[in-house]
């Protein structure tokens, strides 16, 4: 299958801090990206649709100036968490879709640990 | 909006064992993913159904779309100790930027 490399794996910083996340497609290229948080022992829980070339789509609930996302190219998506705090600690996880088709592939995800 | 319920939420099994669940929608889905998650790690694509009544198998690995597209289930037969980790269904309903709803999971646990 398509392969989505996801830097870093594991990533811990102070409070106030900014992190980027970054989502890269590595054989394909993918218009579109999706950014999805997980909690321990949950389900894993859509933020955002992100779209290269145009803004990105936030669920409902999710803060847009929280969680900046730039797609600038077709294989690269990235998620900023601006000023992040304690309880934006959580597993990190993009997935793209290849081509048109229905199948997403997922990175292998970023642990956020904000002290 | 649209829920997936899956079951069971853990399972214990024993190497050897086949090991079956399920999930379920209150309204339809044109296209039915199982996933695999490792600790600490994204989730793996298992099997994709992409029709009603559709019954496609993976090695050890069984999955079928429900012909009223409201369930799936997905079954592992003969279970290896490396079966264990959470799976995942989802449902996707296709044109709508093709966002996936994830079930609950289910946790894979070996038998003391």
């Known amino acids: 299958g398509a392969v989505v490399s996801q830097h870093p794996s594991r990533v811990i910083c102070k409070s106030g801090t900014s992190v980027k996340i970054e989502c890269r497609s590595l054989?394909?290229?993918?218009?579109?990206m999706f950014w999805y948080r997980q909690f321990p022992k949950q389900s894993l829980m859509l933020m955002a649709t992100?779209?290269?070339?145009?803004?990105?789509?936030?669920e409902q609930g999710v803060e847009k100036d929280k969680f900046l996302i730039n797609h600038a190219s077709l294989t690269l998506s990235t998620l900023t968490v601006t000023s992040a705090h304690p309880e934006d600690s959580s597993f990190y996880i993009c997935?793209?879709?290849?081509?048109?088709?229905?199948?997403?592939?997922f990175g292998s995800g970023t642990q956020l640990s904000v002290l | 909006g649209q829920q997936l319920n899956q079951s069971p939420q853990s399972m214990f099994i024993q190497e050897g064992e086949d090991v079956s669940m399920n999930c379920t929608s209150s309204?339809?889905?044109?296209?039915w993913l199982w996933y695999k998650q490792d600790p600490g790690e994204g989730p793996v694509l298992l099997i994709a159904l992409y029709k009603a009544g559709e019954l496609t198998s993976n090695g050890r690995l069984t999955a079928q779309f429900g012909i009223t597209r409201k369930d799936s289930f997905l079954n592992i037969s003969a279970s290896i100790p490396s079966d264990v980790g959470i799976y995942f269904c989802a449902g996707q309903l296709g044109a709508a930027g093709n966002k996936l709803t994830f079930g609950g999971g289910t946790r894979v646990l070996v038998k003391p």
């Open positions: 054989d394909f290229q993918a218009t579109t």
């Open positions: 997935s793209a879709r290849q081509g048109s088709g229905e199948k997403l592939f």
């Open positions: 309204s339809i889905f044109n296209t």
């Open positions: 992100s779209n290269e070339g145009s803004k990105a789509t936030y």
